[in-house]
């Protein structure tokens, strides 16, 4: 057996047992880089490990290390609470302030499933409130979190214009993000439609009454301290204003993003140095913010890159490619590999995925003709619209959070049937949308 077999059927055992067992994928990752590099391709340890990428890792920790920051002194509730006061009181823009303030903190760099851990549960308490489909809520949470993911500073847009540049493809970092918010955007148009969205713009209610925000903000637990007071106060209310570490926090993610696009400087270095000179400021208040990086995220990537290098040193994406283009053209590999992805992310970490799938789809790219912008930006979105699986991530908070309002076996059944349609879908829609176009 050749070695492009070998690491294609670890690569398999791998996302089948970090599927079924609750082990993080990185973690596999590293046993079967090892394995497979050690045994298969007769690499020293070295070797194996010089496919970590160190700028990748960086990033991660800085991103996700100024979100907590963020979410620890309350600037995450206030982007919330000020989102939803400025809809004015009306019912049907509430779901879309759920979508964009999710968007925005991908955007940022929250780790999507942070995101709707955050979002979720308060957008479902409106749910139940103002009488708006939960399924219709939970998706627009879902969606949103991936339409901002792909921003240049976020973790999904990180990975892939990472492997994108070692993959030697040329840079197509705003094809990708706007690609994805645009793709989820119609998403939630379409489950705006379906689901009630129209019956909910006569609906009005008092957006100068702080008992509205205030109990929905409990709902999803959004509270924060007030500095010196030992009290707790309703994100909501603003009751305080907004405090000097909040605006400082934000000055931060706007310098963050500015030094980095602007001035092309290394956005790990960036996001880190932000976050610590925040937490210089405040050093009490931040002292456990760095237990808060997405540690968990850092493992997945890290290992999964490595295997990642490790898959394309045994020869198995050009392996694959070579196959994808037999089919009688390479548009039709590209359908292919869009579909694997989407399946495989309906079970698996997106995140796992995006690091392998795309240096699968070089050989298609480089010679059959293909928008790398546009093919990257079709198999990073049929690998991360179906998030909206109740075995994923994201899907499975929406499920946890469910409203009262709903009996969970429903809600179950309504979330399965959705993320169903848009699996079967999706990969095929997205394809026609970006890769025939570009053919």
């Not at 090892?34 to 496919?51: F, N, T």
């Not at 399965?416 to 997205?430: E, H």
């Amino acid at each position: 057996m050749g070695p492009e077999w070998v690491a294609i059927l670890a690569l398999v055992a791998l996302f089948v047992i970090g599927t079924v067992l609750p082990i993080n994928m990185g973690a596999l990752a590293y046993v079967a880089a090892w394995l497979v590099g050690m045994y298969s391709l007769h690499l020293s340890e070295k070797e194996i490990l010089a496919g970590v990428s160190g700028d990748l890792i960086l990033t991660l920790i800085g991103v996700t290390y100024l979100f907590a920051i963020a979410k620890n002194n309350g600037t995450v509730d206030l982007i919330v609470a000020s989102a939803v006061r400025a809809v004015g009181g009306r019912v049907a823009l509430i779901p879309w302030v759920m979508f964009a303030v999710t968007a925005v903190l991908t955007a940022i760099g929250a780790a999507s499933p942070a995101a709707c851990a955050i979002i979720g549960p308060i957008a479902l308490g409106f749910a139940a409130r103002y009488k708006i489909n939960p399924l219709m809520m939970g998706m627009f949470v879902v969606h949103g979190a991936q339409g901002g993911g792909f921003s240049p500073i976020s973790i999904y847009g990180t990975i892939t214009n990472s492997v994108m540049e070692d993959a030697k493809l040329p840079s197509s970092e705003l094809t990708v993000f706007l690609a994805s918010l645009v793709v989820n955007l119609v998403m939630a148009t379409i489950l705006f439609i379906l689901f009630g969205g129209r019956k909910l713009m006569d609906q009005r209610v008092d957006p100068n009454s702080p008992d509205h925000l205030t109990e929905d903000l409990h709902h999803g637990g959004a509270t924060v301290t007030a500095r010196g007071t030992g009290a707790s106060a309703p994100t909501g209310t603003l009751a305080r204003g907004v405090r000097r570490d909040q605006v400082l926090t934000l000055i931060a993610f706007v310098g963050v993003a500015v030094v980095a696009l602007a001035f092309d400087r290394n956005i790990g270095f960036v996001a880190i140095t932000a976050a610590v000179l925040l937490a210089i400021l405040s050093p009490t208040e931040h002292k456990d913010a760095v237990k808060q990086v997405a540690w968990p995220t850092v493992l997945l990537v890290a290992g999964v890159s490595t295997y990642a290098a490790i898959l394309t040193e045994s020869g198995a994406p050009q392996f694959v490619g070579k196959w994808a283009a037999g089919l009688g053209a390479a548009v039709i590999g590209a359908l292919v590999l869009c579909y694997v992805g989407g399946v495989v992310s309906a079970f698996a970490s997106s995140t796992a995925l995006l690091p392998v799938i795309i240096p699968i789809a070089v050989p298609l790219i480089g010679h059959g003709g293909i928008s790398a912008g546009l093919f990257v930006a079709a198999l990073a979105i049929a690998s991360t619209i179906v998030d909206v699986s109740p075995f994923s991530t994201n899907g499975a908070l929406m499920l946890a959070n469910r409203p009262d309002t709903i009996a969970e076996p429903v809600y179950y059944k309504q979330i399965l049937t959705y993320s169903v349609i848009v699996v079967v879908a999706g990969p095929l829609l997205v394809w026609a949308a970006l890769v025939l176009p570009g053919w």
